[in-house]
């Protein structure tokens, strides 16, 4: 979605590896073409935290941006290193599923929920947009009369990047 391309984004503007994780092999080519070193799908490998390992020779991700929530936060927590951070920026997978905290403390994590921020940090942002080359990505606009179709996109999922509204 808009937020993990985002998020691959600014962490290649940065010069991080990143791994993404996805749910198609057209979706998989794009993220690659976009930087990312290694895509795994997760409809194909459902405990991706283990293929994160794998890639990482066994030491796992330093950051998680994690927006299924708490219905793929475990494989997050998998895929996390040791005394690594997890970004919990959204709940795709669902509201409900089981947290370990010891698993947590035991693997020295932290975990930050992260919701819409102030309007500093908004200014913050649109600052930082104007030094780099990265925009987000459009998968479609629609006029504001097409509203139901839009919807009707974002719940197939089958969008890459954001879906707008025009009016």
């Known amino acids: 979605g808009g937020v993990s391309i985002f998020a691959l984004q600014m962490a290649r503007s940065m010069g991080a590896r990143v791994i993404a994780t996805t749910s198609s092999a057209a979706k998989a080519e794009r993220l690659r073409a976009m930087g990312a070193e290694h895509v795994i799908n997760y409809r194909e490998t459902p405990d991706w935290g283990d293929a994160v390992l794998a890639v990482t020779g066994g ?18 927590m998998r895929a996390t290193a040791l005394g690594g951070h997890i970004a919990l920026l959204g709940v795709l997978a669902g509201f409900a599923g089981d947290v370990l905290p010891g698993e947590l403390m035991r693997t020295q994590q932290t975990l930050q929920g992260l919701i819409v921020g102030s309007r500093e940090h908004q200014q913050d942002l649109v600052r930082a947009l104007n030094t780099v080359s990265w925009r987000p990505v459009i998968d479609r606009s629609f006029p504001l009369e097409g509203m139901a179709e839009a919807f009707a996109l974002q719940a197939s999922g089958q969008h890459f990047g954001k879906i707008c509204l025009t009016y």
Not at 59 to 76: C, K, N
Request: glycine share 22%.
């Open 59 to 76: 030491r796992g991700a330093d950051i998680v941006v994690e927006v299924g929530g708490p219905g793929s936060l475990p494989q997050s």
